[in-house]
């Protein structure tokens, strides 16, 4: 049993003094806000530069703190890589856009704000229709363990089978969806794709799509050599789970990231 004290992951430093990722602490709502919705403007880039976009297709939502009923989320039609602070928009529940110029897209309002309406708790969801993801989804289950990356998704995914292949522009869809989203981070929606959830951050949600879609694409490499693989053990797996598969430390991976966008696209926050 490894002593945490009190941090929230053994990869936070026991040394004091050292240079590490902080969550931040806010002064005032607005600086939430703006914290939040720069970080939800890093995550699309984050999927642009990932290679994750397909035309239209695709939406990152994050609830807005002041007012829980409403979300931030990329504007419809806008490539990932054209995202910015001054295009996002802010959407109700029942779709209606509350804040900024562009229209909302459809297939993200009806999974987003049925999740976000179901699940107080969970602040950020992510969907794209990306090749492996997709891919694997048409084989209808879910990821095995067959990677230490893997286990992060150990008993923590589900597979949704309702509707298969049918475009979620219908709101029962969307119940569908958030139904399934109870205590797990992701979903394999058959014949669809990938979507993730946190409960923590829209660094959390990004993060764990782009590693959900990583580790789809291995599992699609492993399966096409026709060898069977080695699986991580239920024990092995659950106990990598707990150590890099948390919400933080979907945080965490995701700072790397964020530095990298600061250098290269600084219009980001236009």
Not at 35 to 63: I, N, P, S
Not at 208 to 220: K, P, S, T, V
Not at 237 to 242: G, K, N, T, V
Request: aromatic fraction near 10%.
């Amino acid at each position: 049993m490894i002593e945490l004290k009190n941090r929230t992951s053994i990869y936070q430093p026991e040394q004091e003094g050292l240079i590490f990722p902080e969550i931040p602490r806010f002064d005032s709502v607005a600086d939430e806000r703006r914290y939040l919705k720069e970080r939800l403007v890093g995550a699309c880039r984050a999927f642009d530069l990932h290679g994750l976009d397909y035309g239209f297709a695709g939406h990152l939502t994050v609830r807005d703190p002041e007012h829980p009923e409403l979300y931030w989320t990329n504007p419809m039609a806008v490539h990932f890589s054209q995202v910015k602070l001054s295009n996002l928009i802010l959407v109700d529940h029942a779709g209606r856009v509350v804040e900024g110029d562009y229209a909302v897209n459809r297939a993200g309002f009806v999974l987003h704000a049925n999740v976000h309406e179901a699940h107080p708790d969970i602040v950020a969801m992510c969907h794209a229709h990306t090749v492996y993801g997709t891919a694997f989804a048409a084989l209808g289950r879910p990821l095995e363990p067959i990677t230490q990356d893997a286990c992060a998704f150990f008993e923590d995914h589900v597979l949704i089978g309702d509707e298969a292949g049918a475009v979620a522009v219908e709101n029962h869809a969307g119940s569908n969806v958030a139904a399934a989203f109870k205590n797990v981070k992701a979903a394999i929606h058959q014949n669809h794709g990938l979507l993730t959830a946190s409960r923590h951050s829209i660094e959390s949600a990004a993060f764990w799509f782009l590693a959900l879609e990583r580790c789809c694409q291995q599992q699609l490499m492993i399966e096409a050599t026709d060898i069977k693989p080695i699986l991580v053990t239920p024990e092995r797996a659950r106990y990598s789970r707990e150590h890099v598969g948390s919400d933080y430390i979907g945080w965490l991976h995701f700072q790397p990231i964020w530095e990298q966008l600061v250098a290269r696209s600084p219009d980001m926050f236009d």
